[in-house]
């Protein structure tokens, strides 16, 4: 089946520090999604990318379709305490079932 | 609050045994998706459910079983539980891609 490699697994970075985090498939998918999950309750979604090249920005967060659609990334400006979790890569590769499939996750600590 | 409701959000059950997880979607969603997260297997999709038809099967096991009602909401069912069953279960639902939204899950734990 498809699968999504998630990079890094973990990150332990400092307060205001910048992050990079990204998504690589051996596939295509038409739809690329960003969601943070944190302790106890379930994935929120960020950002979705619906075409490829695609930029797209929610406040500090800014995530890219890379142009093979077999990537993306997502970058976290001037991070802070909250935004500790795990963050989570999801593609959808067409159809209307809508079923998506997710990256492994990245853990984010930020410390303050 | 998501809009979408798990319960219960917590269970515990011996080997062997048979549970019911709930899943009432956000207002106006028809869609509704099954999640498995595990720590070694992260998100796995088991079922979806649109307007009370089975659209799209994932990795879910012969002892798993879902439906949706005509009200709209979704129960999974898990028999003959395993040590290896115990681990989050999600449910997710939508209109539209963009709208995917997931409820607070529930633990499941077998001993």
């Known amino acids: 089946g498809q699968q999504l490699n998630q990079s890094p697994q973990s990150m332990f970075i400092q307060e205001g520090e910048d992050v990079s985090m990204n998504c690589t498939s051996s596939s295509i998918f038409n739809t690329w999604l960003w969601y943070k999950q944190d302790p106890g309750e379930g994935p929120v979604l960020l950002i979705a990318?619906?075409?490829?090249?695609e930029l797209t920005s929610n406040g500090r967060l800014t995530a890219q379709f890379g142009i093979t659609r077999k990537d993306s990334f997502l970058n976290i400006s001037a991070s802070i305490p909250s935004d500790v979790g795990i963050y989570f890569c999801?593609?959808?590769?067409?159809?209307?079932?809508?079923?998506?499939?997710f990256g492994k996750g990245t853990l984010l600590t930020v410390n303050p | 609050d998501s809009g979408v409701t798990q319960t219960p959000k917590h269970l515990i059950t011996a080997t062997g045994q048979r549970v019911t997880l709930r899943c009432s979607p956000r207002s106006g969603d028809l869609s509704v998706y099954w999640y498995q997260q595990s720590l070694d297997q992260g998100l796995q999709f088991l079922i979806q459910y649109y307007n009370g038809e089975e659209r799209a099967k994932g990795n879910i096991l012969e002892r798993f079983s879902a439906q949706q009602f005509p009200d709209l909401h979704s129960e999974l069912n898990l028999s003959s539980l395993e040590l290896g069953d115990s681990a989050l279960y999600f449910c997710a639902s939508s209109v539209a891609l963009g709208g995917y939204t997931f409820g607070s899950g529930t633990r499941l734990t077998v001993v």
């Open positions: 999801a593609g959808h590769s067409g159809g209307s079932n809508y079923k998506l499939t």
């Open positions: 990318l619906y075409k490829a090249g």
